[in-house]
């Protein structure tokens, strides 16, 4: 076609696009946001985001459609959420630090980095904690240690995953008390951690405390330690890892959204806004709290600040964990 | 006696105008949620889960679970008149549900699945009643060591589905194992034949897969047919015949019980008592080469084993608070989110809540079959459509399933292509069966290895040093041999040729 | 006496055979490219490798076996007829085409025609008919899917 009609074409288009965008980000959004959950339906991850997106669709006019993309450890879902594009109508949960972990292992081949995220807002913090069966010969967090320290290699020991915050916490572990040592076995889940340790076939768990604080409370196991410095509101008799004498055992889950990187403030800000109101609700409040899932808001600078403080920290331990024999 | 007192109780909630009524949507949405693709069971509870905010806990749960054991028999309805599986347990009664379809016997193949589920599920909730807190102790025992070996009896009972050549069965079996492989390693997170695509990183999904075989693959074949006739249907072969009645009973008996004992132990999934159920009959037959061209024991089998399994699942769940499967594991979600922790606390702290739970699931199985019996007739109608609107039906099927798994286009890639190698197969007489077991065993024997594996510290002697394992070994041996002893008929011929 | 179709049967076979080789070859190659055993067990490549290797030897002995066998006279396979033939493509290349365009131009528009086109392949010859199922299959099922039960299907740059 003729050059002018050609640069006309161009301009038209250019032009299209920029208020194209601009709109787009005023009446944001016009049409149902996804938002992507790195797990299959029913674990907590999915119950506390479908709590969260029920709330959060009504201030927001359209409906949140939440995605489920289990697999491979959450990498999957990650993948998928980093190849987005970032206009706010796709965005996910990650999981720290599995996330972290997942970019970190040179083995995963994870083609995203901790750059190809925007954070928006955290939603839970799940501490960690160490439990055992009811009937365990282990009283207290000194003993399981003792043991370990004595019989290395032959307490076996469970995790939820293979580079999950369970095993970098069971790694701490070993740091702060030298000389200890566990049978590690990654397991698949709360479920089959439960169901082994009740069935006999591993001695000692590692988890959070939001999987296992009903039974806690109905004393079918017992919890040893939760990993933080502050004691968990669910399980206020339970010590923490600190009172226990390991004040650097910390260790926790966050689970928090975020969006594809590059995603414009403004979209940013008032997903914050809306999300945070949502979180803030009497109703998610209750439902959480009933499960035992402990919500902390982080937004912004303190949601960047602690996402590369948990990538810090994971770098050393899965480095460790490489390396680490049997 | 105790119990049967809290079940009277129970009865008299379940029974009550409101749980009644949740009951019944239960069962008529997870039919529904069977039948429809891209909506299996656990993702459908899922979805549902917030409605049940609104609802009292008793007639939320009772729902829930309704909609649970009713997807198990939706799931059929597809398998038999389409040869595409609703939800991945239904995947054994194409086998010969369908063939049974092309017969005219579509409504029989459907009652009698109806029947089946409906005996099954009921004797696993009297079994629950009566034997479950022992029963389920000793499931506990189970351990990854015995999950190996269980999956090795498994496999051995592969040899039974070979069909014309016990090499080819083999070779196909070692495929599926082979393909299930692909993705990331469950126990060292590397990624294993990906060739760097990211929807690989799960594997290749085994609904698509299937959908591919099975589904599209069934087209392909039907366009073949020069003349299609429409199936014709009389409400008089509604009804199984008096042979086919006989042969049934023992089928329908038989899967029961094999599907409760797998739907015991946690962890072994709703496909693998069909299999086992069906590899069973089959062996037990005085005329194996009937099962896949339409014998009617190899629906009654399989759909008994899926709806006492079903029910059987229950099990763990309710006295020890240990979901069995993904989708009881969302099911556990709605007990928690509704302020109740399923477990041996749950019967002591809130006995009304769990019997009546307990007595729905009579009232359920009953409710289902008074639901889907009369239907039947109605869902073989279907056939009596043109063929090219039931195909099309079909592939929109297929492609709205493949797709809804993950929201990936690259699902239905997979399942065009195993659309293509599933036509190929069937026209060599290629045995399909054993590669999808191959493929459903695959990582249950990797991962319960290796796991069991790091629980010795890589000593081997781990499998025969535990008792319930060694049994199972011995028991996997003894399948071996037993298979081996019997010749399918192309080996015989070449060996009585020579 | 065996005939063209049971000859045909057999090279079926032989190929296939060949076919799983290429599969069962490159994997044993390409599982020892990952570890099999180390200090932390077996490895990744552990299961691929044995797997890979018995299969590639069933594959062999299966290929033998057909090869040596005269051809069964049982077994038959009828070339297909070239109206089936260009049906069979047909419903490929329109689904390849509905798999492509799923995402770009939304669950609806691609659909719509998928549907219409497969009933037209297949044989429906009432436009009548086929323009209501097209549309009950598109846009009826997309509500029913993306509304009521919340089960995302694409929406494609369109909107639609």
């Known amino acids: 076609m003729p050059k002018l009609t050609k640069c006309l074409s161009v301009a038209a288009i250019v032009l299209a696009a920029l208020t194209g965008t601009a709109t787009a980000q005023q009446d944001f959004p016009n049409k149902p946001i996804q938002l992507m959950v790195a797990y299959p339906p029913g674990g907590s991850t999915d119950i506390a985001a479908r709590v969260v997106a029920s709330i959060a669709e009504k201030a927001l006019g359209q409906p949140i459609v939440i995605v489920n993309r289990g697999g491979a450890g959450g990498q999957i879902g990650w993948t998928e959420l980093a190849r987005q594009r970032p206009d706010g109508y796709y965005i996910g949960f990650i999981n720290l630090p599995a996330t972290n972990t997942v970019i970190l292992d040179p083995e995963r081949r994870a083609i995203f980095t901790e750059k190809d995220f925007t954070p928006i807002i955290n939603q839970v913090l799940d501490p960690g904690v160490i439990w055992v069966r009811a009937d365990s010969p282990y009283k207290t967090v000194q003993d399981l240690i003792d043991a370990a320290k004595k019989s290395p290699g032959t307490i076996r020991t469970a995790t939820t995953g293979i580079l999950s915050d369970d095993h970098l916490a069971i790694l701490m572990t070993e740091e702060a008390a030298p000389g200890a040592k566990f049978r590690i076995v990654h397991l698949d889940g709360g479920a089959t951690q439960f169901k082994e340790i009740m069935g006999g076939n591993v001695d000692v768990a590692f988890d959070n405390v939001g999987s296992i604080v009903k039974r806690v409370q109905s004393g079918e196991v017992r919890a040893l330690a939760v990993l933080d410095d502050v004691r968990s509101k669910f399980m ?3 010590p923490t890892s600190k009172e226990a004498g390991y004040p650097t055992v910390i260790s926790n889950s966050t689970r928090g959204i975020a969006g594809p990187k590059g995603m414009p403030a403004p979209l940013v800000a008032k997903l914050q806004s809306v999300l945070k109101k949502a979180m803030e609700d009497p109703e998610h409040v209750k439902k959480l709290d009933d499960q035992g899932i402990a919500i902390k808001i982080m937004i912004g600078d303190e949601y960047e600040k602690y996402f590369a403080e948990t990538h810090a920290k994971a770098k050393k331990y899965t480095e460790w964990a490489k390396n680490r024999p049997m | 006696m105790d119990t049967l007192q809290h079940l009277m109780t129970g009865v008299t909630a379940a029974l009550s105008l409101q749980n009644l009524t949740f009951a019944l949507i239960g069962c008529v949405l997870g039919t529904l949620i069977g039948v429809l693709p891209g909506l299996g069971p656990a993702a459908g509870t899922a979805i549902l889960i917030p409605l049940t905010f609104k609802l009292d806990p008793t007639g939320a749960l009772i729902m829930l679970s309704a909609i649970y054991y009713g997807a198990m028999y939706g799931g059929t309805i597809t398998s038999v008149l389409i040869n595409v599986p609703g939800e991945a347990a239904s995947v054994v009664t194409c086998i010969d549900g369908y063939q049974m379809a092309k017969q005219g016997r579509g409504g029989t193949a459907l009652g009698i699945a109806a029947i089946g589920s409906f005996v099954g599920g009921i004797f696993a909730t009297i079994a629950l009643v009566v034997v479950a807190p022992p029963l389920a102790q000793v499931a506990l025992k189970f351990g990854p060591p015995e999950f190996f070996a269980l999956m090795l009896v498994g496999l051995c009972l592969i040899t039974g589905l070979g069909g014309r050549s016990l090499l080819a069965g083999l070779a196909m079996a070692v495929l599926g194992l082979l393909i299930a492989m692909i993705g990331i390693d469950p126990v060292r997170g590397a990624p294993r034949f990906t060739f760097g695509i ?49 042969r049934s009973v023992g089928a329908i008996g038989r899967g029961t019980g094999i599907g409760f004992f797998l739907g015991l132990i946690p962890g072994v999934g709703a496909i693998i008592p069909t299999f086992v159920a069906y590899v069973f009959e089959k062996r037990l037959s005085k005329n194996p080469e009937r099962f896949g061209q339409g014998a009617i024991e190899g629906v009654a089998a399989p759909e008994s084993a899926n709806n006492a399994y079903a029910n059987a699942a229950m099990i763990p769940l309710l006295t020890l608070g240990i979901p069995s499967s993904p989708t009881i594991a969302v099911l556990m979600g709605a007990f928690i989110i509704n302020g109740l922790t399923p477990g041996p606390f749950l019967f002591q702290e809130r006995p009304d809540l769990v019997w009546a739970v307990i007595a729905s699931f009579f009232l359920g199985n009953i409710l289902l079959l008074v639901l889907n019996l009369p239907l039947v007739g109605l869902w073989a109608r279907i056939l009596h459509l043109p063929y090219s609107y039931v195909c099309t039906g079909t592939l929109t099927f297929c492609v709205i399933g493949a797709y809804s798994l993950q929201q990936n286009v690259f699902d239905i890639y997979v399942m065009i292509a195993c659309g293509v190698i599933g036509y190929g197969m069937r026209r060599i007489d290629m045995p399909i069966a054993p590669l999808v077991l191959g493929l459903i065993l695959g990582p249950f024997l990797e991962k319960s290895l290796r796991t069991s594996l790091e629980m010795s510290a890589g000593d081997f002697s781990i499998f025969f040093t535990r008792p319930l394992c060694l049994v199972l070994l011995v028991l996997a041996a003894v399948v071996l041999v037993a298979s081996a002893l019997r010749l399918p008929p192309r080996e015989l011929r070449e060996a009585s040729s020579n | 006496m065996p005939t063209a179709e049971s000859k045909a049967a057999k090279r079926g076979w032989q190929i296939a055979c060949l076919s799983l080789l290429a599969i069962f070859l490159p994997a044993l190659v390409t599982s020892l490219g990952y570890s099999l055993i180390d200090a932390l067990g077996p490895g990744p490549g552990f299961f691929p490798f044995w797997l890979s290797l018995i299969g590639a030897v069933l594959s062999a002995a299966m290929l033998a076996q057909a090869t040596v066998a005269k051809a069964d006279e049982e077994i038959a396979v009828s070339p297909p007829d070239r109206s089936v033939m260009l049906q069979a493509i047909g419903m490929l290349v329109a689904l390849i085409a509905a798999a492509a365009l799923f995402e770009p131009l939304g669950y609806r528009l691609t659909m719509l025609p998928f549907i219409a086109a497969m009933l037209v392949i297949l044989g429906a010859r009432s436009w009548l008919a086929i323009a209501l199922t097209a549309l009950a299959g598109s846009f009826g099922i997309f509500h029913v899917f993306y509304h009521w039960l919340k089960v995302p299907l694409p929406i494609g740059e369109f909107g639609l």
């Open chain 1, 236 to 238: 206020p008799d339970v």
């Open chain 2, 198 to 246: 990211p929807s690989l990183y799960d594997g290749l999904g085994f609904i698509p897969v299937v959908m591919g075989l099975f589904g599209v693959a069934e087209i392909l074949l039907a366009i073949q047919q020069p003349h299609r006739q429409v199936i014709k249907t009389n409400l008089a072969s509604l009804l199984p015949s008096r042979e086919e009645w006989r």
